[in-house]
């Protein structure tokens, strides 16, 4: 597909998509639907053009070493088929449990805001949008229960520029480091104990400060977006209350610029689920001759 548009004039690509993003879909599709096509036909048809696109994946793998909250079920893999049929070919077949919230996931803003979006309610294009990467690493490893301060985020606008609107916001902690180390990228690794849990998240001030921007998610490489030990877990409070979505145990975020990358944060659309699993990935923006971004 990305070949094909690289031979066509711009005005061409942009037919080509209006004719292919209908057909994408089984039913119509809303106009956020066709916008969020378009934006991705293009955003491929513009990659080609300059270079392969780079993608990024930011989920972590699901499997036995998977983590999740200490009172959550794990992830299980159960295998129903393995081998030759009866028929003579090959057959695969599994049937898996979890929790939503463990592993890479997004936490709808039902998770702790009565009344608000479920996760199969989250628009797509709410979940596609500019990264903007806020990198608090220092300040993470002198304190591990450190909480993201407002002035991270003015520092960083200091350096990069304003939070595009629209942006999906990432902290990068440095936690994603530890995984799938879960005493280390806890702080404890008992089963059911939830009261001595050490790792980074978002003050309650910061929190406030993104509710008031126009940004699509937020999200970073630990399991919450309250540090480890939080009771109130305020900072879901904020984000969910104004129906801003999060995004937790997020992977390889060293691999992304401060700005440039957009990010796609795809979840299993449970109906009526408070989060989910989520396919999180990344396309960089174009190196420049240099080999920066």
């Known amino acids: 597909m990305i070949n094909l548009l690289a031979e066509f004039t711009a005005s061409n690509r942009v037919a080509l998509a209006a004719t292919v993003a209908p057909r994408l879909a089984v039913q119509a599709p809303s106009a956020a639907f066709t916008r969020v096509i378009l934006a991705a036909v293009l955003l491929c048809a513009r990659a080609s053009l300059a270079a392969e696109p780079t993608v990024v994946d930011l989920t972590h793998p699901f499997d036995a070493q998977t983590i999740y909250w200490p009172t959550a079920q794990p992830f299980q893999l159960q295998p129903v088929a393995h081998g030759r049929s009866a028929g003579g070919f090959w057959y695969e077949a599994n049937q898996f449990c979890a929790a939503e919230h463990g592993g890479t996931h997004i936490d709808a803003p039902c ?4 009344g608000r979006l479920t996760v199969d309610a989250i628009a797509l294009d709410r979940l596609i949008g500019p990264a903007a990467v806020i990198d608090v690493r220092d300040a993470c490893a002198a304190d591990s229960d450190y909480r993201v301060q407002v002035r991270d985020i003015e520092a960083n606008e200091a350096r990069h520029g304003r939070l595009p609107d629209g942006a999906i916001v990432l902290f990068h902690t440095g936690w994603g480091e530890r995984w799938p180390d879960r005493k280390r990228y806890l702080g404890d690794d008992r089963p059911g104990v939830t009261t001595a849990l050490h790792f980074p998240g ?9 509710a008031q921007r126009s940004v699509r998610a937020v999200g970073l490489d630990t399991a919450s977006l309250d540090h480890g030990p939080s009771r109130d877990f305020i900072a879901h409070q904020i ?7 999060g995004l937790e145990n997020v992977a390889h975020l060293e691999r992304l610029p401060a700005r440039g990358a957009t990010v796609f944060a795809v ?4 109906r009526g689920g408070s989060g989910a699993p989520a396919r999180i990935f990344a396309f960089l923006p174009p190196a420049d001759g240099d080999g920066s971004r």
């Open 267 to 270: 979840p299993m659309p449970i």
């Open 111 to 114: 998770h702790f805001a009565e």
């Open 239 to 245: 984000l969910n209350g104004a129906d801003i979505p």
């Open 202 to 210: 978002i003050s309650e001030e910061a929190a406030r400060l993104l």
